[in-house]
C-alpha cells in the first residue's frame, strides 16, 4: 500500500525530513501483521482494563461523563486523520506499527475507526443501556477473552470454524478466560454469566459487519441481563 504524501514534511530539531518513508515502513511492518504486532496490539488493549476500573470506582455519572469525553474524542482524530495529513501522519508514526492495514486507509478516502475506538464507542453503549454491575464484569470479560482469543488462535490455531478465520483453539481460549473472569463477579447469576461467555465467543466468531468490540459486549450483557430478568420472573 503506498501512501501519496507528497510534500508533506515535519520539522524535527530544527531540520525537515520527508516522513513518507517512515510511514510507508510503518504500513509494510504491520502488513501482513505479525504475531509481535498481535501481541502489542492486545497489551494496548488491556491497557483499556482501565475502563471497567473507572467505572466501577466512579459514581456512574462522573463515569459516563468521562467515557462519553474520550469517545467523542477518539472519534473526532479518527475523522479528522481521514481528511488531514498532518493528523493521519501523527496517528500512523505513534500508532501505524499496531494496527491493521484495513485501519490505515489513504487520506480522502474513507473515515476507519480504529480498534481502541471501537472499544471506547463499546463501553459507551453498556455504559448506556446497562447497569453498572453488568456493564463492567461483561467488559472486563471480553477484553481479557478477546485478547486470549487472539493470541492462542494466532500461535496455536490448526482448526477453523468451517470457511471463518476463528479458529477452534481461539474460541476455547476465550470461552475457558471468559468462564475465569465471570467467575470473578458473584454478584451475576452464574447462569447467565455462563451463557454471556458462550454467546460471545459464537459472536466474536462470526463474521459480522459490526466491529466485535462493540458487537461482542453489547451481546454478552444482554443475554446476562436478559437472563437475570428471565429468571426473577420464574416461580422458585
Not at 466501577?56 to 462522573?62: D, E, G, I, N
Not at 487472539?150 to 482448526?159: D, E, I, K, Y
Not at 459486549?217 to 437472563?227: D, E, F, I, Q
Request: hydrophobic fraction near 55%; aromatic fraction near 8%.
Amino acid at each position: 500500500m503506498i501512501f501519496r504524501l507528497n510534500f508533506l514534511r515535519v520539522r524535527g530539531f530544527g531540520q525537515h525530513r520527508d516522513i513518507s518513508a517512515t510511514l510507508q515502513s510503518l504500513v509494510s511492518a504491520s502488513e501482513p501483521f505479525s504475531y509481535t504486532a498481535e501481541m502489542g496490539r492486545k497489551a494496548l488493549h488491556l491497557l483499556a482494563l482501565v475502563i471497567p476500573l473507572g467505572m466501577w470506582s466512579l459514581a456512574p455519572p462522573l463515569a459516563l461523563y468521562l467515557l462519553g469525553g474520550s469517545t467523542l474524542i477518539a472519534i473526532a482524530a479518527d475523522i479528522s486523520r481521514a481528511y488531514s495529513s498532518t493528523v493521519n501522519a501523527w496517528i500512523r508514526t505513534i500508532f501505524g506499527p499496531l494496527m491493521r492495514a484495513k485501519e490505515l486507509p489513504e487520506v480522502g478516502t474513507r473515515v476507519t475507526f480504529n480498534g481502541a475506538t471501537c472499544v471506547l464507542v463499546g463501553a459507551t453503549l453498556l455504559a448506556l443501556l446497562f447497569p453498572f454491575r453488568v456493564a463492567v464484569p461483561v467488559l472486563t470479560m471480553t477484553m481479557l477473552a478477546d485478547a486470549a482469543a487472539a493470541l492462542v488462535g494466532r500461535r496455536l490455531g490448526r482448526h477453523s470454524w468451517g470457511s471463518l478465520s476463528a479458529t477452534v483453539e481461539g474460541s476455547t481460549a476465550f470461552v475457558i478466560t471468559g468462564f475465569l473472569v465471570m467467575a470473578a463477579f458473584p454478584s451475576l447469576a452464574l447462569g447467565p454469566a455462563a451463557a454471556s461467555v458462550v454467546v460471545a465467543a459464537a459472536t466474536e466468531a462470526a463474521p459480522l459487519p459490526v466491529n466485535d468490540n462493540i458487537r461482542v459486549p453489547l451481546v454478552a450483557a444482554a443475554v446476562v441481563a436478559g437472563g437475570e430478568a428471565l429468571a426473577a420472573g420464574l416461580p422458585a
